[in-house]
């Protein structure tokens, strides 16, 4: 199509090669390919002692690498599993894992070593020329291949018989489909999944670290404490899926440094609940800093303002940490006061 | 005894005596300790208190106030306790050097620990604080190494890396390495939150756990600590183990290639 | 058939030595001695960087036998146990069973240690050595006809081996993976309309669910892999198909291809180089230790460290995923995810420019010729700028994968480096660009001194009257060839606009853009002509030393 107004004498000219004048210099093209330059003798061919020499260091190769296998049968068999050695520069290391990679590396690498060394010293180092060949095929091969086609074609009378083809096309189309059909047991469809937690009115927030309800005097203005719902225990089947979306973290901050009103709303004197998991791809976001409030995620660098509303002041994430609004139960214990009012975690297209 | 008597005139010295008071019965408490003794250990500690404002007058006041009420050059030191007077003295912080970067950075200590003690107590006598935790708390007798593991991948990991490497945090700040810090410092670091970091104070994190983590940092990044694999490649995970396969990987192949590929050297040179 | 009695005794018992005999029985039933013929004493040319392709085909080899090895004793398996093992410091943790016997190959099993670590090692030099051989094959232009499909064929390993390096990264379940594969289904959640979809489907409900472990393995294990077998050896027919190219020099054409046979010479080199492979591959495994798993512990997803990033092969993507900025659209109750899903686009593009590059080059150039003689990366300018531009594009990314460590062992600000990042990811491959260009147009004009005035020898002489000049020594007709051998196209131009019989022809706008690129490619400015066989009489008849 394009390419063919291009005019030819655009296309550079095919390079003039002397074929088979080696060594002469043309007069005509001082450019011109000389040929292969004539074959020069290694040492090796010339001095049986240095091939000797050769032999007996590809010989040596053979024979370090049949050492280092057997080296390595001995440190298999030999070395406890978990001994531990000092090797300088490189620490305390696992005898067994040290000993068996550098005797099969050993091993190994002296196999190759020979063979290259011999194939390099030894075997004949003249450079031979083969010739290419097009790899399109000639036009009388390119013409009866067409043919061929278009009789087959013919024969099979597809383009004659169109119900036959669109009948065809059609079932060939749909069977697909079974398989694609199939992969819906792959998983549940999306619902209201990712909408919700597990926390509700009246969970007490409990210390991961702990694993007991907090009560407000536990934390400090400047510390930082991660709190799960209560009733979520470790050993619990979805004890994974449920902290992905229900982990909290709580700070307090002094009420007169929280800026966004609602915020200071949904805290407990200066505590403030906020998902851990950032709004950005889901990482438990949690690098927090006292002094500036500001919480950084550690695996694209989302900063969020913790006294703000935990509104994004750096980085790729799209919107602030869902807040948990919290208060105090009866016993004086910290308690959310609902489920976040917001999806958690990475914001996704039907979030809204 | 004239400088103990200005001393008592001190607002706070009510809650000094209150403490020392506290410490004293509870001491009483766990073993037996006769009135005599405590009555010595007062006079000795009001001396070390002596000498720590010395040492404070001449060191801190600058930028922390003649009283520790701070400046804008430093916070105010009432109420820090002697934790974190051991913790930012001890790791060398403190003294800091008036224009500072993001964050004041781990140096060579400047006092001995004799006199990290009197400062301590003399910033312990501005008001009640975390106190130096002794080697029962922070030993290793009785830890939970694994308990400690999961505790530090909870708390610590974020910033300090999995295994107390450190790490990046906003605006030139960084969480140190934990590398070569002695537990005591790790400690008191949970116990007060020095500069950006959070603390973690016992009513959050338990004596216990604080225990368990510092065990476990002793086996993952400690001078024993083994690296079954070999190299650790400073312990950052994917990046640094990219650079090396590309480095010493790649590297040591393309040599290996260079040598298999190259000419053979031939008798004569022309 | 398989004997013939009038064949001449070899040995003296009268028959034909034992290799021959089984040969010749295999030739009867698979004709095998016609597929030597052709084969046997291939030539092959002798370049380091030719042997870049068997790094990575060696690799794959190793990672395979590896793999094997490893499913033995993995349990692809997110059934929570509680571990008992000889690792101390994580004794009666929870995790899954594919982290448990992970662990269990790391200090359990005699040398699964070494296995992983060869395993993991070795693939990440497989990438590496694909990125590599694939810029090799870029530079020097070897993707021209008839190479094309080949380079498509390259160009899916290397995709392929990123996921599949991905997959098997997650497999241990670790914290480090696990936060790796987190962020996988963010990004799918950013795509619109699909991504719950994909995403309950991928992990069997929410993240992190009980399958995807299971699931990966499959892929990991088998899929992949697979397809990445038959490519390859797909690849491996089509460079022995179509012989291999060269570099210009004496003797060499593109009818020929000068070089050492197949056997003995390449069988003891190439047979030798995957022993090498091996055990360069073996001994850093002995000494360098790759994914401490039992460092990052089990994985939770309300557990993260700092450093979090993927291997190195994803780190372009982890790059743009970081210095992407926070945009988010909301309407009509629906959220686009722009700053996580342009990055995910972007990755699929940046690949694809690379991928695509040579039907747009061939297109330019209009030339449906074969090449077998490969550029000299100065002699195509244009191109080779272009690869180092998007060479750049890919390194930014690396590096903006990597912010969080720049900025601590640099000291600098990890905000200042991600705004560095953001700023070159514009203006790296623009600067990129031009100084290659720039450089390779230099570097012409100093060949084409060379030829024309000869090299410096470096050694100055002092004319009788006084000034003093550096002899230059003419080159070698060997020289002087490889020197000269380049094509130069000329740039095309728009045709006339009547045709014969006076009638206006419209030129169409992709013809307008043709001209316009292939004028940025070859036209003045944009490559030095080479010098001409009159240019170098004229010169070298008078004697004139410049």
Same mark, same amino acid.
């Given at each position: 199509?394009?390419?063919?107004d291009?005019?030819?004498?655009?296309?550079?000219?095919?390079?003039?090669?002397a074929h088979?004048?080696?060594g002469?210099?043309?007069?005509?093209?001082?450019?011109?390919?000389?040929g292969?330059?004539?074959? *020069?003798?290694?040492i090796?061919d010339?001095?049986?002692?240095a091939?000797?020499?050769?032999?007996?260091m590809?010989?040596?190769?053979f024979?370090?690498?049949?050492?280092?296998?057997?080296?390595?049968?001995?440190?298999?068999l030999a070395i406890p599993?978990d001994?531990?050695?000092f090797v300088?520069?490189?620490?305390?290391?696992?005898?067994?894992?040290?000993a068996?990679?550098?005797?099969?590396?050993?091993?190994?690498?002296?196999?190759g070593a020979?063979?290259?060394?011999w194939?390099?010293?030894?075997?004949?180092?003249?450079?031979?020329a083969?010739?290419?060949?097009?790899?399109?095929?000639?036009a009388?091969v390119?013409?009866?291949?067409?043919?061929?086609?278009?009789?087959?074609?013919?024969e $099979?009378?597809?383009?004659?018989?169109?119900l036959?083809?669109?009948?065809?096309?059609?079932?060939?189309?749909?069977?697909?489909?079974?398989?694609v059909?199939?992969?819906?047991?792959?998983?549940p469809?999306?619902?209201?999944?990712l909408?919700?937690?597990?926390?509700?009115?009246? %969970?007490?927030?409990v210390?991961?670290?702990?694993?007991?309800?907090?009560?407000?005097?536990?934390?400090?203005?400047?510390?930082?404490?991660?709190a799960?719902?209560?009733?979520l225990?470790?050993h619990?089947?979805?004890?994974?899926n449920?902290i992905? %979306?229900?982990?909290?973290?709580?700070?307090?901050?002094?009420?007169g440094?929280?800026?966004?009103?609602?915020?200071?709303?949904?805290?407990?004197?200066g &505590?403030v609940?906020?998902?851990?998991?950032?709004?950005h791809?889901?990482?438990?976001?949690?690098?927090?800093?006292?002094?500036?409030?500001?919480?950084?995620?550690?695996?694209?660098? $989302?900063?969020?303002?913790?006294s703000?509303g935990?509104? @994004?002041?750096?980085?790729?994430?799209?919107?602030?940490?869902?807040?948990?609004?919290i208060?105090?139960?009866?016993?004086?214990?910290l308690q959310?006061?609902?489920?976040?009012?917001?999806?958690?975690?990475?914001?996704?297209?039907?979030?809204? | 005894m004239?400088?103990?008597?200005?001393r008592?005139?001190?607002?706070?010295?009510?809650? @000094?005596?209150? +403490?020392?008071a506290?410490? =004293?019965?509870?001491?009483l408490?766990?073993?037996f300790?006769?009135?005599?003794k405590a009555?010595?250990d007062?006079?000795s500690?009001?001396l070390?208190?002596? *000498?720590g404002k010395?040492l404070y007058?001449v060191?801190?006041a600058?930028?922390?106030?003649?009283?520790?009420?701070?400046?804008?050059?430093?916070?105010?030191?009432?109420?820090?306790?002697?934790?974190?007077?051991?913790?930012?003295?001890?790791?060398?912080?403190?003294?800091?050097?008036?224009?500072?970067?993001?964050?004041?950075p781990?140096k060579?200590?400047?006092?001995?620990? =004799?006199? &990290?003690?009197q400062l301590?107590?003399y910033?312990?006598s501005?008001?009640?604080?975390p106190?130096?935790?002794?080697?029962?708390?922070?030993?290793?007798?009785?830890?939970?190494?694994?308990k400690?593991?999961?505790?530090?991948?909870?708390?610590c990991?974020?910033?300090?890396?999995?295994?107390?490497?450190?790490?990046a945090?906003?605006?030139?700040?960084?969480?140190p390495?934990?590398?070569?810090?002695?537990p005591k /410092?790790?400690?008191?670091?949970?116990?007060?939150?020095?500069?950006n970091?959070?603390?973690?104070?016992?009513?959050?994190?338990?004596?216990?756990?604080?225990?368990?983590?510092?065990?476990?940092?002793?086996?993952?990044?400690?001078?024993?600590?083994?690296?079954?694999?070999?190299? *650790?490649?400073?312990?950052l995970?994917?990046?640094?183990?990219g650079?090396?396969?590309?480095?010493?990987?790649?590297?040591?192949?393309?040599?290996?290639?260079?040598w298999?590929?190259a000419r053979?050297?031939?008798?004569k040179k022309? | 058939?398989?004997?013939?009695?009038?064949?001449?005794?070899?040995?003296?018992?009268?028959?034909?030595?034992?290799?021959?005999r089984?040969?010749?029985?295999?030739d009867?039933r698979? #004709?095998?001695?016609?597929?030597?013929?052709?084969?046997?004493?291939?030539?092959?040319?002798?370049?380091?960087?030719?042997?870049?392709?068997?790094?990575?085909?060696?690799?794959f &080899?190793?990672?395979?036998?590896?793999?094997?090895?490893?499913?033995?004793?993995?349990?692809?398996?997110?059934?929570e146990?509680?571990?008992?093992?000889s690792?101390?410091?994580?004794?009666?943790?929870?995790m899954?069973?594919?982290?448990?016997?992970?662990? /269990?190959?790391?200090?359990?099993?005699r040398? #699964? +240690?070494?296995? !992983?670590q060869?395993?993991?090692?070795?693939?990440?030099?497989?990438?590496?050595g694909?990125?590599?051989?694939m810029m !090799?094959?870029?530079?020097t232009?070897?993707?021209?006809?008839?190479?094309e499909?080949n380079?498509?064929?390259?160009f899916?390993?290397?995709?392929?081996g990123?996921f599949?390096?991905?997959?098997g990264?997650?497999?241990?379940?670790?914290?480090? $993976?696990?936060?790796?594969?987190?962020?996988?289904?963010?990004?799918i959640?950013?795509?619109?309309?699909?991504?719950?979809?994909?995403?309950?489907?991928l992990?069997? #409900?929410?993240f992190?669910?009980?399958?995807?472990?299971a699931?990966?393995?499959s892929?990991?294990?088998?899929l992949?892999?697979?397809?990445?077998?038959?490519?390859?050896v =797909?690849?491996?027919?089509?460079?022995?198909? /179509? %012989?291999?190219?060269?570099?210009?020099?004496?003797? %060499?054409?593109?009818k020929?291809?000068?070089?050492m046979?197949?056997?003995?010479?390449?069988?003891?080199k190439?047979?030798?180089?995957?022993?090498?492979?091996f055990?360069v591959?073996?001994?850093?495994?002995?000494?360098?230790?790759?994914?401490?798993?039992?460092?990052?512990?089990?994985y939770?997803?309300?557990?993260?460290?700092?450093?979090?990033?993927?291997?190195?092969?994803?780190?372009?993507?982890?790059g743009? @995923?970081?210095y992407?900025?926070?945009? *988010?659209?909301?309407?009509? #109750?629906?959220?686009?995810?722009?700053?996580?899903?342009?990055?995910?686009?972007?990755?699929?593009?940046?690949?694809a420019?690379?991928?695509?590059?040579?039907?747009i080059?061939?297109?330019?150039?209009?030339?449906k010729?074969?090449?077998?003689?490969l550029?000299?990366?100065?002699?195509a300018?244009?191109?080779?700028?272009?690869?180092?531009?998007?060479?750049?594009?890919?390194?930014?990314?690396?590096?903006?994968?990597g912010?969080?460590?720049?900025?601590?062992?640099f000291?600098?600000?990890?905000?200042?480096?991600?705004?560095?990042?953001?700023?070159?990811?514009?203006?790296?491959?623009?600067?990129?660009f031009i100084?290659?260009?720039?450089i390779?147009?230099?570097?012409q004009?100093r060949?084409?001194?060379?030829?024309?005035?000869?090299?410096?020898?470096?050694?100055i002489?002092?004319?009788?009257?006084?000034?003093?000049?550096? @002899?230059?020594?003419?080159?070698?007709q060997?020289?002087? /060839?490889?020197?000269?051998?380049?094509?130069?196209?000329?740039p095309a131009?728009i045709?006339p606009?009547?045709?014969?019989n006076?009638?206006e022809?419209?030129v169409?706008?992709?013809?307008k853009?043709r001209?316009?690129l292939?004028t940025?490619y070859y036209?003045?400015?944009?490559?030095?002509?080479?010098p001409?066989?009159?240019e170098?009489?004229?010169?070298?008849?008078g004697?004139?030393h410049?």
């Amino acid at each position: 199509m394009s390419s063919q107004d291009i005019p030819e004498e655009n296309l550079p000219a095919e390079q003039d090669h002397a074929h088979g004048a080696v060594g002469v210099a043309d007069e005509e093209n001082p450019f011109a390919d000389p040929g292969l330059p004539p074959h *020069e003798h290694r040492i090796q061919d010339i001095d049986e002692r240095a091939a000797k020499r050769s032999e007996r260091m590809v010989a040596l190769l053979f024979t370090v690498s049949m050492l280092a296998t057997i080296g390595f049968i001995v440190a298999y068999l030999a070395i406890p599993n978990d001994k531990s050695i000092f090797v300088f520069p490189i620490g305390h290391i696992s005898a067994m894992n040290f000993a068996l990679g550098l005797t099969l590396g050993v091993a190994l690498f002296c196999i190759g070593a020979g063979a290259v060394h011999w194939a390099r010293t030894l075997m004949s180092d003249v450079e031979v020329a083969d010739d290419r060949h097009p790899i399109e095929a000639p036009a009388d091969v390119r013409a009866k291949v067409h043919a061929d086609f278009r009789q087959g074609a013919k024969e $099979s009378a597809l383009g004659r018989r169109k119900l036959i083809r669109t009948t065809m096309f059609g079932a060939l189309a749909l069977v697909p489909l079974s398989g694609v059909m199939l992969l819906g047991g792959l998983g549940p469809a999306p619902g209201t999944k990712l909408r919700h937690t597990m926390w509700a009115k009246g %969970k007490r927030l409990v210390n991961m670290n702990t694993n007991q309800p907090l009560r407000p005097e536990d934390v400090a203005v400047g510390s930082l404490t991660f709190a799960k719902p209560d009733g979520l225990e470790e050993h619990d089947e979805d004890f994974q899926n449920e902290i992905a %979306k229900a982990a909290l973290m709580i700070v307090r901050i002094q009420p007169g440094n929280i800026k966004d009103k609602r915020e200071l709303a949904w805290s407990h004197e200066g &505590i403030v609940a906020y998902s851990k998991i950032c709004t950005h791809v889901g990482c438990p976001i949690s690098l927090y800093e006292q002094q500036t409030h500001h919480v950084l995620c550690p695996c694209h660098q $989302s900063t969020f303002d913790l006294s703000d509303g935990a509104r @994004v002041i750096f980085g790729p994430a799209g919107h602030a940490l869902p807040q948990l609004r919290i208060g105090v139960d009866s016993e004086g214990y910290l308690q959310a006061l609902g489920d976040f009012e917001e999806p958690v975690g990475p914001a996704f297209w039907e979030r809204g | 005894m004239k400088k103990l008597s200005a001393r008592r005139r001190h607002p706070l010295a009510a809650v @000094v005596v209150l +403490l020392l008071a506290l410490a =004293a019965t509870g001491g009483l408490y766990a073993a037996f300790a006769p009135a005599g003794k405590a009555q010595a250990d007062e006079s000795s500690q009001s001396l070390t208190i002596k *000498e720590g404002k010395k040492l404070y007058e001449v060191g801190c006041a600058s930028c922390h106030g003649t009283g520790g009420q701070g400046s804008s050059d430093g916070p105010s030191l009432v109420g820090v306790g002697a934790a974190a007077v051991d913790f930012q003295v001890g790791t060398g912080r403190m003294p800091a050097a008036t224009s500072q970067g993001a964050q004041v950075p781990r140096k060579k200590p400047v006092y001995t620990q =004799a006199q &990290i003690d009197q400062l301590a107590a003399y910033v312990a006598s501005l008001g009640a604080g975390p106190s130096v935790p002794t080697e029962q708390q922070y030993g290793p007798a009785g830890a939970d190494v694994a308990k400690g593991g999961e505790l530090f991948r909870t708390n610590c990991a974020q910033c300090h890396n999995f295994t107390g490497k450190g790490g990046a945090l906003t605006k030139g700040k960084y969480a140190p390495s934990l590398e070569g810090v002695a537990p005591k /410092h790790i400690y008191e670091a949970m116990q007060t939150g020095p500069q950006n970091m959070p603390s973690f104070p016992d009513t959050t994190m338990s004596e216990k756990n604080k225990k368990d983590i510092i065990a476990y940092l002793n086996a993952v990044n400690g001078d024993e600590t083994d690296n079954p694999g070999g190299m *650790e490649l400073g312990g950052l995970g994917p990046v640094s183990e990219g650079l090396f396969a590309w480095i010493f990987g790649l590297g040591a192949l393309i040599a290996v290639a260079v040598w298999v590929a190259a000419r053979t050297a031939k008798a004569k040179k022309s | 058939m398989s004997t013939t009695p009038n064949e001449e005794p070899r040995s003296s018992r009268g028959k034909a030595p034992a290799g021959e005999r089984i040969a010749d029985w295999a030739d009867g039933r698979l #004709g095998i001695y016609s597929l030597a013929k052709a084969n046997m004493r291939k030539i092959f040319p002798d370049h380091w960087s030719f042997m870049l392709g068997e790094v990575c085909m060696y690799s794959f &080899i190793i990672i395979i036998l590896t793999g094997v090895y490893l499913t033995l004793f993995f349990h692809p398996s997110m059934n929570e146990v509680e571990y008992h093992g000889s690792y101390v410091p994580l004794q009666g943790q929870l995790m899954s069973e594919a982290f448990s016997s992970t662990l /269990h190959i790391s200090f359990d099993v005699r040398g #699964g +240690l070494l296995i !992983r670590q060869i395993h993991h090692w070795a693939a990440l030099i497989f990438l590496a050595g694909m990125f590599v051989h694939m810029m !090799r094959v870029f530079f020097t232009g070897a993707f021209r006809k008839p190479r094309e499909i080949n380079w498509l064929f390259g160009f899916l390993l290397f995709v392929l081996g990123m996921f599949t390096g991905f997959t098997g990264y997650s497999l241990p379940d670790d914290l480090l $993976s696990g936060t790796g594969v987190r962020f996988t289904e963010g990004a799918i959640l950013s795509m619109p309309i699909v991504g719950t979809y994909i995403s309950m489907f991928l992990f069997g #409900g929410e993240f992190p669910g009980h399958d995807f472990v299971a699931r990966f393995y499959s892929i990991h294990i088998l899929l992949l892999p697979g397809i990445m077998l038959g490519l390859m050896v =797909a690849h491996l027919i089509l460079v022995f198909y /179509h %012989k291999h190219t060269q570099f210009a020099g004496p003797g %060499k054409s593109e009818k020929n291809v000068v070089g050492m046979p197949l056997l003995p010479v390449y069988m003891a080199k190439a047979g030798g180089f995957f022993f090498l492979v091996f055990g360069v591959i073996a001994a850093i495994a002995a000494v360098a230790q790759i994914n401490p798993i039992w460092a990052m512990g089990p994985y939770r997803p309300d557990q993260v460290s700092t450093g979090a990033q993927p291997d190195w092969y994803m780190g372009f993507a982890e790059g743009l @995923v970081r210095y992407m900025p926070g945009w *988010e659209i909301n309407f009509w #109750g629906h959220t686009l995810v722009l700053g996580v899903f342009i990055p995910l686009v972007l990755f699929g593009l940046v690949l694809a420019a690379i991928a695509v590059y040579p039907f747009i080059e061939s297109w330019v150039t209009g030339d449906k010729r074969e090449h077998h003689i490969l550029d000299r990366p100065r002699n195509a300018p244009t191109r080779t700028a272009f690869g180092v531009a998007w060479v750049t594009v890919y390194m930014v990314g690396l590096v903006g994968g990597g912010n969080d460590l720049f900025a601590t062992h640099f000291h600098l600000s990890i905000n200042a480096v991600t705004w560095f990042v953001r700023i070159s990811f514009f203006a790296g491959p623009v600067i990129a660009f031009i100084v290659t260009k720039r450089i390779c147009l230099g570097l012409q004009r100093r060949d084409r001194d060379k030829v024309l005035h000869g090299r410096e020898t470096g050694i100055i002489k002092r004319l009788p009257h006084g000034e003093f000049i550096e @002899v230059h020594e003419p080159l070698s007709q060997e020289q002087l /060839h490889t020197l000269t051998a380049h094509e130069q196209y000329k740039p095309a131009e728009i045709g006339p606009t009547v045709d014969e019989n006076g009638v206006e022809r419209k030129v169409k706008a992709s013809e307008k853009l043709r001209v316009k690129l292939s004028t940025a490619y070859y036209g003045e400015d944009n490559q030095i002509p080479k010098p001409t066989v009159e240019e170098y009489k004229e010169i070298t008849s008078g004697h004139g030393h410049h």
